[in-house]
């Protein structure tokens, strides 16, 4: 298969769609392309999440090690590899995955969020919420954020600012 700049480029735009990548057309293609740039490594964490959104966690676990072995301050493939272990409902695991990607890169608002996440998951609820804050504070668009905090804030019993942003969350997205 020959690769040329135009066909990559033309692909990941294509990729962003979620219903693509759950295609082996995806896979197949990463397959190929990995073969010919073994070093790509936000190609190959692409293929790690290909991997992950099939259920397949043995392959993305493997394929996010390789890119970490290539280049260990590559903050996506620890977001990447946090989403497959909470996946497998390893929280502690998927708590220093999410932990070393913010490390590397402190403004990694996905991982600031999936990390809330798995606070909230351990019943650690304040520092949930002071996690979502910051991821907040960040990124103010970041609906999942927004919506996280409010359902936290409405457990405990916080219910006018459990509507603010929870309201905030629907109006951004």
Known sequence: MNLNLQDKKTFQQGNKSPNYTQSSQ???YYSELWKFEENDVDDINKLA?????QG???EAIALCHRVLRNQPNFAPAYKTLGNILQAQNKVNAAIRAYSLAIKI???FVEAIVNLGSMFY???QI???????R???NLEPNMAAAYWNLGKILEQEGRF???FFFQEKALEIQ
């Open 56 to 58: 397949n966690f043995i």
């Open 105 to 107: 890169n402190p403004k």
């Open 134 to 136: 910051k991821a907040i």
């Open 160 to 162: 006018y600012e459990a």
């Open 126 to 132: 304040d520092e949930a919420m002071i996690t979502y």
């Open 26 to 28: 995806v896979k197949n």
């Open 121 to 123: 998951k351990k019943g």
């Open 49 to 53: 999440e290909s991997y992950y959104n």
